[in-house]
C-alpha cells in the first residue's frame, strides 16, 4: 500500500504526496476543477486555450525556451491537459530533480506572463488544432457524439471550442476564466514516485503558494437528463466512424457501482475476448476497430461504444452493437465473462499504477472530480470485489433503447433509426 500524506498551502492548495516503493520517478500534477465543462457559453475553448499559454513562461522562466529546455536540462517529460472535467500540468524526473521539477512547475503554471503578443501567435496554433481534428473522422465523430449526448450543456460543447471564440477571446478574458477557476480549494498537487527527495512541507507550501489565493467558485452545472440525438456528418470517404452513448442507471457517487459498471464495459467491449470484439470483429468481421468504456462525469455515468469500419457495412454493425446491448439487459452477462472481465481490468490497473504518471492522474480524478480517497490500492480492490450480481444489475440498468448517436461518413441521420 502507498504511503500518502497530505498538507495545505496558504492558499488553500492541498498538496499530497504519494509515495511508491520501487521507483526511481517522481511525477508533480497539478490540476484545478477548471475544465470546458466550467465555461459560460461565451468562453468555450478559453479553458484549453489558458493551458496553452501559461507554457510561454513566468517570473523567473519568463519565456517558452527556458521551460522547454530547463525541463529538458533535467531528463524531464513535461505536458498538460485539458478535459471536461479539469486542467492539469505535470512533469515527471528522476527523483533526485524533485525540487528544480516544481520550481519550474510553479512558475510557469502558477505565476503566468500570460503576454499578449504570445496571446495572438498560440490563438493561431490553437485554431491549427481544431482543424486538425475537424479533419480527422475519428476525433470530429468524439465532439459529435459529446454534442448528441449532452445538447448544447458544457459536457456537449467541445474542448477546444469553435474557432470563432479562439479569434476573439482576449488577455482580460482569458485571467478573469483563470481568476474566477483556479482556486487552490478545488485543486490540489500530486507528488507521486519516489518522495524521499521532495522538499519538506514549509518549501513545498512556499512552492505551490504561487499559486493565487482565489475565492472557491462555484459548482459546474448539474449532468442534463440523457438523450437520444443521432448526429449524422456525412462525408463521402470509404471507412465510417461510429460512436453511441448510454446513460447507464449506475450512481456515479458510489466506488462500487462505478467498478461494477468497469467490469461491464470491459466485458462488452474492453478486450479482445469481449462480445464486441468477438462478434463485430472475429465472427462477422464488420469492424476492424470496435470497443466499449465506461466512465464517470461526478455526477453521471456514461457508457460509449466506438467502432471504426467499412462504411458499406457501419449500419449492420450498428444493429447489431444495439442488439447486444438489449440483450446483455434483459439476460445479464454469463459468470465466465464477469470473472474474465474482473481479471483483465484489475490486472490492466496494476500494471498501469507501476507509472507514477498514471497514479498521479488517478489520484486527481479521484480528488477533483469524486472528492475520494486517493489510494490507488483501492481502486484495485474495488474491481477484484465486484460480483456476477453487481454487474447484471449493471446490465440491466441501461436502457437499450436509450442511445445517442453519431457518426462520421457517408450516412444519413435516418440510417441510424433504431427500434427494436
Known sequence: MPQISTSVAPNGLPIHRIALPGTRTLTALVAFHAGARTERPEENGIAHFLEHLVFKGGETYDDYRKVNETAERMGGVLNAFTS???????ITVRAESAEPALDLLTDFAGRPRIDADELDKERGVVIQEIAR???????????????AAFGDHPLGRPVLGPEEHLRTFTRDQV??????????????????????DLPDDGRLHELFSRFPTLDVPAAPEAAPAPRTDVIARERDTNQSHLRLVYRPQADAADPAQRAALTIYGTLLGGSMGSRLFDEIREQRGLAYSVSASAWSLGDATQLQLSAGLDSSKCVEAYGRMREIVGELHADGPTAEEVDRARAYAAGRLVLAFENSGAVARHA?????????????DLAIAALDAVTLDDVREVAAGIDPQQAAVACVGPHAASDFDWSA
Open 364 to 376: 486527481a480524478s479521484q480528488a477533483i472530480v469524486h472528492d475520494e480517497d486517493l489510494d490507488p
Open 133 to 147: 481534428y475537424n479533419d480527422q473522422p475519428a476525433a470530429l465523430a468524439e465532439m459529435l457524439i459529446d454534442e
Open 84 to 90: 471536461h472535467a479539469y486542467v492539469a500540468f505535470h
Open 175 to 196: 485571467v478573469a476564466f483563470r481568476d474566477r477557476r483556479w482556486a487552490g480549494a478545488a485543486g490540489g498537487a500530486f507528488l507521486v514516485g519516489a518522495v524521499d
